[in-house]
DNA sequence: TCCGGCATGTAATCAGTTACATGATTTC
DNA sequence: GAAATCATGTAACTGATTACATGCCGGA
C-alpha cells in the first residue's frame, strides 16, 4: 500500500476496511505491531508529522528494501486462500432441524447484507474503474459475481421455502 | 452432525473435509479437544468400540443436554461470517506491479483449482440432491453458483488479458 | 517395501481478536 | 451532551495450525 504513497497505520486500518474487506481482515493489534516489526527489519521508516487539532502521525515510507521484498512476494506461489467460516451455511446445512421460518429468516437477513456488500462495491467500481488497473478490475468484478450469484440463489430459495410454508 | 447417528472423531474431521470444507476448515488439534470440552460439558458421551484389524474407536453420542445445546444455538442470532483471507484476490489488486504474463499465470491457476472445487460440488449436488432438505439444496447451489461466477469473471479477465498481451 | 487408510491424541507455536488507554476536535 | 473522527499503541486472551507420537492392515 505505501509503494505510491505514504500511508500512516491508521489510513492503512481504513483501506483495510473499505476496498480490501472483501478478501482480508484486520485489526489495530495486528497492524500496529506488524509495522513495528516491519521497521525492525527495515522495510519501512516511521516519519513523525506534528498536527494542529489533531493527534501526530506516523507516515510510513517504504525503502528500497521493503520494494525489493514486496516484489518478491509477487514473484513467489501463490498461497492457498483459508477458508471463510460462514455460520449462515453452516445453519442451512443443518436447516433440516429447524422451521421453515426460521430458514427464512436467516435467508432474509444474509440477502440485506449482502446486498449492501453488493451495493458498496458496485458503486466503487463505477467511482474508480476508470482509473484502474486491468487485474484490479478482475478483482472487483469477482466480488461483485459472487455477491450476486448468492443474492439469486437467495432469492430462489426464499420464493421456494415461502412456497413450502403456504402449501403445508 | 451426531443428531442423527453417531460418530467417531476421524468421521466428524472427514465430514469437515468433504462437504464443510466449503464454508468450514478444521484439524485434529481443534477437533479431539473440542470434543473432550464437549465431554466434560456433558455434550456428548464416549463409547469405546473394539475393532479388528483396525484401532478401537470411540463413537460419539449426543446426549438430551447436547441436543438441547444444538438447538439452543439454532435458535440464537446469526454470527457474522468471517472474512475469507485470500492471497490470489490481495494479488490482483496489486497486479499493476507485476506484468501481465504473471496475472495470466495467477487465474489460470485459481482457474484450475475452482473448476476442481466445482465439479466436486456438482458431484455431490447430483449424487444426494433427492434426499437434501430444502435448506441444504440451498447451502451447496451457493457454493456452485458461487465459483460459476467466479469462472466466468476469470475466463473473461484471461481473455481480455491475453488481447493486451498481443496487442503490446 | 513403502504408502495410504484407519484412529486418537498432544505440545509447541503462531496468529488473531478484543478491549483498553490516551486525548483533542468536530459533528449530531 | 454524546458520539464519531483522528491517531497510536499494548496486554490478555482465544483460537488455530503444524508436527509429532503410536501402530496395525492392505494394496501397489
Redesign the pocket.
Known amino acids: 500500500m505505501l509503494m505510491k504513497e505514504s500511508k ?4 492503512i ?2 483501506l483495510l476496511e473499505d476496498v480490501f474487506s472483501n478478501f482480508y ?6 497492524i ?2 506488524t ?2 516489526r516491519m521497521e525492525k527489519e527495515g522495510l519501512i521508516t ?1 516519519e513523525n508529522v506534528q ?9 510510513l515510507n517504504i525503502t528500497d528494501k521493503g520494494r525489493d521484498s514486496f516484489n518478491a512476494y509477487l514473484l513467489a506461489p501463490l498461497e492457498a486462500d ?2 471463510k ?1 460462514s455460520d449462515f451455511m453452516m445453519r442451512l446445512y443443518f436447516g433440516e432441524f429447524v422451521g421453515y421460518d426460521k430458514v427464512i429468516l436467516w435467508l432474509k437477513q444474509v440477502q440485506e447484507e449482502s446486498q449492501h456488500k453488493l451495493d458498496q462495491l458496485l458503486e466503487q467500481y463505477s467511482l474508480y474503474k476508470d482509473e484502474m488497473h486491468p487485474a484490479q478490475i478482475i478483482c472487483i468484478q469477482i466480488g461483485i459475481e459472487e455477491y450476486k450469484a448468492k443474492l439469486k440463489i437467495i432469492a430462489e430459495g426464499l420464493s421456494n421455502m415461502e412456497q413450502l410454508v403456504l402449501t403445508k
Chains 1, 2 share one sequence.
Open positions: 500512516t497505520g491508521y489510513e486500518k481504513k481482515s484486520s485489526s489495530y493489534g495486528t500496529y505491531p509495522l513495528a516511521k498536527q494542529e487539532g489533531k493527534p501526530n502521525k506516523n507516515l483459508s477458508i467460516k
